[in-house]
């Protein structure tokens, strides 16, 4: 391993609760929920100022992922079995002959194909990797991972390198 910098971020308040339920073709669990939790790590080039990147961006545009997520069903847009209809106010969600229906305020509406915490760490990832683009903070960042802990001991994790080594 080459030697290098990098951060790791896993505050107490870096966590959303949701509900969710993992289907797929000839199988739905019942529908529950996690209190989960995120990290981040960052591996990058040491700034002129010092740092790889500022502790306070990464938990503060991550809080802000969890917080969108937090206390919602998360309903993933791209399945394959499921049968999303919205209908004013109200989302319902079909599997089969099981029918859900929502307040719209109260889902989370993702791109992935399922709510497993493998393809929330990659959606995070995602939208945090945009998150620091945005703040043009990505110059310094080799690669970003984010985990995802359903609970204790629990946890998937998605890294991907952002620049070239």
């Known amino acids: 391993m080459k030697p290098g910098f990098s951060i790791h971020v896993t505050k107490e308040n870096l966590k959303f609760s949701a509900a969710h339920f993992i289907a797929y073709p000839g199988f739905r669990?019942?529908?529950?929920?996690?209190?989960?939790?995120?990290?981040v790590r960052v591996e990058g080039r040491l700034a002129d100022i010092g740092y790889v990147l500022d502790f306070g961006l990464i938990k503060k545009l991550t809080k802000e992922i969890?917080?969108?997520?937090?206390?919602?069903?998360i309903i993933p847009a791209?399945?394959?079995c499921l049968s999303i209809e919205r209908t004013g106010s109200e989302l319902s969600v079909l599997?089969?002959?099981?029918r859900f229906v929502?307040?719209?305020s109260d889902v989370a509406i993702l791109p992935i194909a399922h709510s497993s915490?493998?393809?929330l760490a990659r959606y995070i990832w995602s939208e945090l990797r945009d998150a620091?683009?945005?703040?043009?903070?990505?110059?310094?960042?080799?690669?970003?991972e984010i985990s995802v802990a359903e609970g204790p001991g629990q946890a998937a994790i998605y890294h991907e390198n952002i620049a070239k080594i």
């Open 29 to 39: 669990e019942p529908l529950h929920g996690h209190n989960y939790q995120v990290g």
């Open 66 to 73: 969890a917080d969108r997520l937090d206390e919602r069903t």
């Open 78 to 80: 791209d399945s394959d």
């Open 95 to 98: 599997y089969g002959h099981d």
């Open 102 to 104: 929502f307040p719209v």
């Open 117 to 119: 915490a493998e393809e």
């Open 132 to 144: 620091l683009q945005a703040q043009n903070a990505l110059s310094d960042v080799i690669s970003l």
